[in-house]
């Protein structure tokens, strides 16, 4: 069972991996790995436009903005088919940049317009996750940046960033445009070719007044947090189905090596890892528009351990498969991959982990009610 617990959940799951398996085969994603260079900077996926047609770019945005009427646990349901898949390219940053710009209140008609191109995929969006050294001074007619930002994750795809500076009030968010004069986005061998990061460079880049973006950086790093946990739930869950197929028929001493002990333990090791990771993700889904407290909370935890649980269920698989599983043919290393960038850009379980005790320590509480049929 994945993220969803609802059955309209369950038929948007299989939904999105059938149109996965059809629009976007293995066979794309191996070609993307054997590329001898990264994409052109600002080229769209071929299922791009398909993606938006399905509605699953703005599967999480009010009806109003061009989307599906859902919210962020249904997007958490995307993309953990999305991980699943190890889909290529900027969904999942397009998909929080919307989701960011959808969030901050107030929010104003150019905002609103943002939004609606990310849904409709006529924008594709991408959020700096790290702080560096960009700074902000304000103009008569907006804030001049200066400075660098480290990767970005699908920055190179982008026409549209979001981006964090120091300014004399504290941290500042601007929506730009890639094509902003003094702007330079450069492309750069990632471990996750399938979906390489970018580093951003501002030099006395002008942002109109209209794009200061009225959010915080903990919201957005709670957004960010979630979307990657239940990515990461699709990465650790392809792990474990990997691992689990192949101990069933590959035999050694004349029996299947699921029948050892030592396979068994990894492998129940690798589904707990899974179910407690998807628990966290889907209930940090739930408890983003709750109270701030809350919402940071959950989403540390669902963070904490899902990327975890993506990495450690990836090395994992990769020792079950045996010597296929440290090939280029075979795809155990792109998931393993796709983990490590994770934790790249979010940090590891422990980084997350910490921030939770913190958080509760300073009084934040998760409440939750179970509701039991008659029969209980």
């Known amino acids: 069972m994945g993220i969803g617990i609802t059955e309209e959940h369950r038929e948007l799951a299989r939904a999105v991996r059938g149109w996965l398996s059809r629009a976007v085969p293995p066979g794309e994603i191996r070609k993307i790995l054997d590329a001898d260079a990264p994409a052109a900077t600002g080229a769209r996926p071929e299922y791009w436009d398909g993606l938006a047609e399905q509605g699953l770019l703005g599967i999480h945005l009010p009806e109003e903005y061009g989307g599906e009427g859902g919210g962020l646990p249904e997007l958490a349901v995307v993309l953990e088919e999305a991980g699943r898949a190890a889909l290529p390219g900027p969904c999942l940053a397009s998909t929080l940049a ?63 960033l979001l981006l964090p500076a120091a300014s004399v009030t504290g941290t500042r968010w601007f929506a730009v445009d890639t094509s902003a004069r003094g702007l330079t986005v450069r492309p750069h061998r990632s471990a996750d070719p399938t979906r390489p990061t970018a580093e951003v460079r501002a030099e006395g880049v002008l942002v109109p007044a209209g794009r200061l973006l009225p959010t915080d950086s903990a919201l ?79 989403a540390a935890l669902a963070a904490s351990a899902a990327l975890d649980a993506a990495f450690t269920c990836a090395k994992d698989a990769i020792q079950i498969l045996g010597g296929i599983g440290f090939t280029w043919e075979h795809d155990a290393h792109l998931f393993l991959r796709r983990a490590l960038v994770a934790r790249q850009l979010l940090g590891s379980g422990d980084v997350h982990r910490q921030r939770a005790v913190r958080l509760a320590a300073d009084g934040a509480r998760r409440s939750l009610t179970l509701e039991l049929p008659p029969e209980a």
């Open 98 to 160: 919307s989701a960011v710009l959808h969030a901050s209140n107030p929010r104003t008609p150019g905002t609103d317009e943002l939004v609606r191109d990310l849904a409709s995929g006529r924008r594709i969006g991408a959020v700096a996750l790290g702080p560096g050294s960009l700074t902000a001074v304000e103009q008569e007619d907006g804030h001049l940046l200066d400075g660098e930002l480290p990767p970005v994750l699908s920055a190179d795809a982008a026409d549209l």
């Open 220 to 298: 957005v790093r709670d957004l960010a947090a979630v979307l990657l946990a239940a990515e990461a739930c699709g990465t650790a869950a392809r792990s474990l189905d990997t691992a689990a197929e192949h101990a069933k028929v590959r035999e050694q001493f004349g029996r299947p090596i699921g029948q050892f002990q030592g396979v068994k333990h990894l492998c129940a090791d690798m589904l707990v890892r899974v179910e407690q990771a998807r628990a966290l993700a889907w209930d940090a889904a739930r408890a983003a528009t709750e109270t701030p407290e809350t919402r940071s909370m959950t």
